[in-house]
């Protein structure tokens, strides 16, 4: 069998098998339409985020001085591992910082999302309770 009639067999093939193919069925009866939202748990994971970001603040930090002071003494003897263990301080510190960037992120998006969430329960509340749809409905 030559390439085209192999090459042309192959396009037959998977032109007859063209369909949707689903990995799995959705799921019967559909689901609620109704947004929840738990704020007691949310504020609770936003305020440990919160905790975390003040703890890593200053808890992050405690060896740094000691870590710089090592290093300076073990480079002045003339040992390797001092530039070594002053550049583990600085990756160290730069993770610090990225960690407690994503705290503040998590804990003021959460605050930002119950709050935000507050005002468009409010707004809709408003709005449909000064709506006078009802009168046109008989």
Same mark, same amino acid.
């Given at each position: 069998m030559s390439f085209d009639e192999e090459w042309s067999a192959a396009r037959a093939a998977a032109g007859s098998n063209a369909a949707m193919r689903l990995n799995q069925a959705p799921a019967p009866g559909g689901g609620g339409a109704d947004l929840a939202l738990n704020q007691d748990q949310i504020g609770a994971i936003g305020s440990e985020a919160?905790? =975390?970001?003040?703890? =890593?603040?200053?808890?992050g930090k405690h060896a740094a001085t000691a870590t710089t002071e090592a290093a300076g003494a073990l480079t002045r003897e003339g040992f390797a591992s001092g530039a070594a263990l002053l550049k583990a301080n600085t990756v160290w510190e730069g993770q610090v910082k990225t960690l407690v960037a994503a705290c503040a992120t998590i804990s003021n998006g959460l605050n930002y999302s119950l709050s935000s969430h507050a005002k468009d329960?409010?707004?809709?509340?408003?709005?449909?309770?000064?709506?006078?749809?009802?009168?046109? =409905?008989?």
């Amino acid at each position: 069998m030559s390439f085209d009639e192999e090459w042309s067999a192959a396009r037959a093939a998977a032109g007859s098998n063209a369909a949707m193919r689903l990995n799995q069925a959705p799921a019967p009866g559909g689901g609620g339409a109704d947004l929840a939202l738990n704020q007691d748990q949310i504020g609770a994971i936003g305020s440990e985020a919160y905790e =975390l970001h003040t703890r =890593l603040q200053t808890g992050g930090k405690h060896a740094a001085t000691a870590t710089t002071e090592a290093a300076g003494a073990l480079t002045r003897e003339g040992f390797a591992s001092g530039a070594a263990l002053l550049k583990a301080n600085t990756v160290w510190e730069g993770q610090v910082k990225t960690l407690v960037a994503a705290c503040a992120t998590i804990s003021n998006g959460l605050n930002y999302s119950l709050s935000s969430h507050a005002k468009d329960e409010q707004q809709l509340h408003a709005d449909f309770t000064a709506s006078a749809i009802d009168t046109y =409905l008989t």
